[in-house]
């Protein structure tokens, strides 16, 4: 009984359109008290202990990092690195941002964050270069969508603090599928520009890539640091996000100077408020995941998919989907939180490694991020461009395409994954 009044009332504060968190929590709250046997200060215990975690911390540092890099100029350098590595491609501007958007994935580790910051500048640009709007807008939202792929990524540090899974190679498993995701998607964009005629912004010059390198080194030492420092095992990963907001401070006030003091509050207060929602949803989605164990409800609903088949093969093709669905309708906090615990349950099963099944489940999460309602990336990019969302919706199908491809290589080809794994450790 109480289960199907935790899932039912889940569902249908989500149709009323109530706001994520809350309809998780409210949900909680109405099972516990039909429940009986647990006093409402468990609620509290619960919100707290949900929260306490060394992992978690992670979280807020790298939104701030993020923040922090942005204002103190390296935006803008790593834009033109980007020009001048494939700005001589037709529809040279769609590449750069997708190409600005891997760089920025390996700084903030947030895909709406990613998405914001490139997008307000390379959407205005490219819809001044005679870009279509919605295209301009669809190729942005695409391109942040990587940003929770290529490490550091806030749902694989969510994933790995939910199963116990090694953060360090959940990050290593990304990297090259971030990668193929990136590719593809500059190839999609390249041809879809190639049809209308959207030409390059720049002749290729190893003399300019030379100096926009250059100027770029100090924007591309905060990835080498984050990733460099949790490979080789120096830093945790959330040792590393403590590092990069050190570093962007130094760079930002010390040799950018494009940071002063008076700025440094307004920054650390829209981290603040950003994380603060990442935080909220994991705090109410905890005592939800505590009354599911209790109630047993992960390894009822794993047994329910095996009683369809006990192929590997199908079992994956099924939780892809259910991923899909999820991810185009609940916020990516609250996805890895309600489903993780039924996923990994169906692990033996399934015959892949656990930090195989944690990027499968991210990439899944990561191309919800464009489909609407639930679409963070969809949704950012709209509003910077200025158009309806289901313009941009249907300009965007073309790189869902891909995604889904480049999805089913990531899920049945493990290599592809676990190459880098491995080598950071067992």
């Not at 309708?329 to 399934?350: D, G, N, R």
Request: proline share 5%.
């Amino acid at each position: 009984m109480t289960s199907e009044i935790l899932l039912v009332s889940l569902l249908l504060l989500f149709a009323i359109n109530v706001p994520i968190a809350l309809s998780i929590g409210a949900a909680s709250v109405l099972a516990i008290l039909v429940q009986g046997d647990f006093p409402l200060m468990m609620l509290a215990q619960r919100l707290f202990s949900g929260t306490n975690s060394f992992h978690l911390m992670a979280v807020p540092l790298f939104m701030f990092a993020g923040v922090l890099m942005e204002a103190g100029g390296i935006s803008q350098r790593l834009i033109d690195l980007a020009n001048a590595l494939v700005g001589w491609l037709p529809g040279g501007l769609a590449a750069v941002t997708i190409v600005s958007a891997m760089f920025f994935a390996g700084i903030s580790g947030s895909a709406a964050a990613d998405a914001a910051a490139v997008g307000a500048i390379l959407i205005p640009a490219m819809k001044r270069s005679g870009y279509d709007s919605d295209f301009a807008a669809a190729v942005q939202a695409s391109g942040g969508a990587i940003g929770v792929i290529i490490p550091p990524s806030i749902p694989m540090i969510i994933f790995g603090f939910l199963t116990g899974a090694s953060i360090g190679r959940l990050f290593a498993a990304g990297l090259l599928p971030g990668l193929l995701i990136g590719l593809s998607l500059i190839t999609v964009a390249t041809l879809i520009s190639l049809r209308r005629g959207y030409s390059a912004t720049t002749p290729f010059s190893l003399p300019r890539l030379r100096r926009a390198f250059r100027r770029s080194l100090l924007a591309l030492g905060a990835p080498l640091i984050i990733l460099g420092g949790i490979l080789s095992g120096i830093f945790t990963a959330t040792e590393s996000a403590a590092m990069a907001v050190l570093y962007a401070l130094i760079v930002g006030m010390g040799i950018h100077r494009q940071l002063s003091f008076r700025e440094l509050f307004p920054l650390f207060r829209d981290a603040a408020v950003t994380s603060s929602i990442v935080m909220f949803i994991i705090a109410m989605a905890s005592i939800f995941s505590w009354i599911a164990a209790i109630e047993n409800i992960p390894e009822q609903l794993a047994q329910g998919l095996l009683g369809l088949s006990h192929d590997p093969t199908l079992l994956l093709a099924a939780i892809n989907l259910i991923l899909l669905i999820a991810g185009t309708f609940v916020e990516t906090t609250a996805a890895l939180i309600l489903l993780v615990p039924t996923i990994t349950a169906m692990q033996p099963m399934l015959g892949i490694d656990l930090i195989q099944l944690g990027v499968i489940v991210v990439t899944n999460l990561a191309i919800g991020m464009l489909t609407p309602p639930m679409g963070i990336c969809l949704i950012v990019s709209a509003s910077l461009s200025g158009d309806r969302l289901g313009a941009v919706s249907r300009r965007i199908l073309p790189f869902l395409a891909i995604l889904i491809l480049d999805l089913l290589l990531i899920t049945f080809y493990p290599p592809l994954t676990m190459w880098l794994a491995t080598l950071v450790g067992p």
